[in-house]
């Protein structure tokens, strides 16, 4: 578990882990039911996506569109749960300091580079990433489904249209969610420069033991 690679042993606290994404990369960690995950931007306008998957039963996966449905709204914070595929519940927002999240776009990947930038050769990409964090786990990529994307700032327009703005989240800025189910995320720090204009910077994150932990 590489939550654990910093472990703090302050009891007062109950931070259970804490570690720091490099610039694009991810990783994959178990977030117990009733631990509180908060996800910090250390220096600002960095997205970072997040996809779930129930620790037990890797067929209970996050669902963007089940969570949009019984939320009647695109845009999510405190309050808002995330639900699976099988419509059971995986992750409330306890905490947002920023307020506007995406979860209507897949993670970035190698294929999205060269359709939408004609990049050649090889780009780093949050699906690669999840793929291969959450692939030690046992979890094949094509289960790798639209991610709540941390800090992205998508909009639509009366036309239709949709656009990636630059994040609103500033140096510090966090969100926070507690695990309704054992689970089995995976991380990352976006790879893409569009969605995080322009620069690539790290993501950092913490898991407590319960909301009161993560209070203090
Ligand atoms: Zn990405």
Not at 2 to 23: E, F, K, T
Request: aromatic share 8%.
């Amino acid at each position: 578990m590489l939550a654990s690679q910093h472990i703090n042993s302050d009891n007062r606290h109950r931070m259970v882990g804490a570690s720091r994404i490099p610039p694009q990369s991810g990783t994959a960690f178990l977030l117990q039911k009733g631990q509180i995950l908060r996800v910090t931007d250390p220096m600002g306008e960095q997205v970072s996506d997040l996809f779930a998957l129930d620790a037990n039963n890797h067929a209970s996966y996050l669902s963007s569109g089940r969570t949009i449905d019984y939320a009647s709204k695109y845009l999510l914070s405190v309050g808002d749960t995330l639900y699976s595929n099988d419509s059971e519940e995986m992750l409330t927002i306890v905490s947002d300091t920023v307020k506007r999240h995406d979860f209507t776009l897949t993670p970035c990947s190698q294929r999205m580079f060269e359709k939408l930038y004609n990049w050649k050769g090889h780009h780093p990409s949050c699906f690669e990433n999840l793929s291969n964090a959450l692939g030690v786990h046992g979890v094949s990529p094509e289960r790798i489904q639209s991610t709540f994307n941390i800090f992205m700032n998508v909009s639509f327009d009366e036309h239709g249209g949709v656009a990636v703005n630059c994040p609103l989240s500033k140096a510090g800025d966090f969100i926070e969610l507690r695990a309704e189910r054992d689970l089995l995320c995976g991380l990352t720090a976006c790879s893409a420069e569009g969605s995080n204009n322009g620069t690539l910077k790290p993501i950092d994150f913490q898991i407590f033991s319960d909301e009161l932990a993560a209070l203090k």
